[in-house]
Nanobody, 128 residues
Framework: QVQLVESGGGLVQAGGSLRLSCAAS????????MGWFRQAPGKEREFVAAISLGGGNTYYADSVKGRFTISRDNAKNTVYLQMNSLKPEDTAVYYCAADRRPYQSIFIATTPDEYDYWGQGTQVTVSS
């Protein structure tokens, strides 16, 4: 089992930046592909970005491509989401999630039901 704890959310002005972190418990972090999702009030949870086991494969939602960067440090059991050029429409609770994958898999899942474990979320608010 994996426990995930997000941090780094907050209030920022439009055009600003934030870096989210997600720390995972346990010794099997490198066997999980990792994803970031977000959920705004009254909306469904949506995919933001994901990264494969070794970090060599990444995928982004069109809405954040070119502005957000996902990365991971398997030695620190942590995945990051660097968010630049933030917009008010990026306001949401951001969740990290873990998807168990076979050794050396480069597969990336983009739907919530493909992920096995979830963090509690961190609020990101972008003011105009």
């Amino acid at each position: 089992q994996v426990q995930l704890v997000e941090s780094g959310g907050g209030l920022v002005q439009a055009g600003g930046s934030l870096r989210l972190s997600c720390a995972a418990s346990g010794r099997t972090f490198s066997t999980y592909a990792m994803g970031w999702f977000r959920q705004a009030p009254g909306k469904e949870r949506e995919f933001v970005a994901a990264i494969s086991l070794g970090g060599g494969n990444t995928y982004y939602a069109d809405s954040v491509k070119g502005r957000f960067t996902i990365s991971r440090d398997n030695a620190k059991n942590t995945v990051y989401l660097q968010m630049n050029s933030l917009k008010p429409e990026d306001t949401a609770v951001y969740y990290c999630a873990a998807d168990r994958r076979p050794y050396q898999s480069i597969f990336i899942a983009t739907t919530p039901d493909e992920y096995d474990y979830w963090g509690q979320g961190t609020q990101v608010t972008v003011s105009s």
